[in-house]
């Protein structure tokens, strides 16, 4: 049991037999009546964000999440298979378990695999990934406005928008969290 008075961000707490993590909090005190805790909690399975009152010293079940070191293997139909780096045993995810960075995982790349009582409830990829652009359109001489920018396929079959100076076969390194390109890698 956790109380309201030790939440922090990221704390993954048990509400209505659901799994919801701590987006943000804030304890608020008011002239009459009692203090309470006005938070953003995000459900596990769902990706919903949801806002939740508590009151100040409420006893809420915490949950305990483990987390595996697992290797991205290869995908099959609309599940992903994944494989335990220390006991090579191989499990099988929803796709969706993933979110919208499975764009950006390519075969092999390893990722932290969250359960809950030896179920699957998420997955925490790499922040940062290096893909190799598949193809882009050209960009041409004197197209240079500040800011342009051009949609590029990667290797894994996810697009970014990407600078006009990106070529065909340039290494960029893309946020799986936000999809956003944040550098060319030479």
Known sequence: MASTSGF???MVLQVDNELWTIV???HVKVARGGAFVR???KNYQTGRIQEKTFRSGEKIDEAHI???NMQFL???GDHLVLMDNE???QISIPAEMIGS????LKETEKISL???HDAPVGADLPTFVELKVSSTSPGFKGDTVSGATKAAVLETGGTVQVPLFIVDGDLVKVDTRTGQYIERIK
């Open 8 to 10: 922090k961000i990221g």
């Open 24 to 26: 943000e909090f804030q």
């Open 39 to 41: 938070t953003k909690l």
């Open 66 to 68: 483990d987390r595996r």
């Open 74 to 76: 290869y995908r099959e």
């Open 87 to 89: 006991t090579f045993e």
């Open 101 to 104: 960075g499975i764009d950006f």
């Open 114 to 116: 969250l359960t809950y």
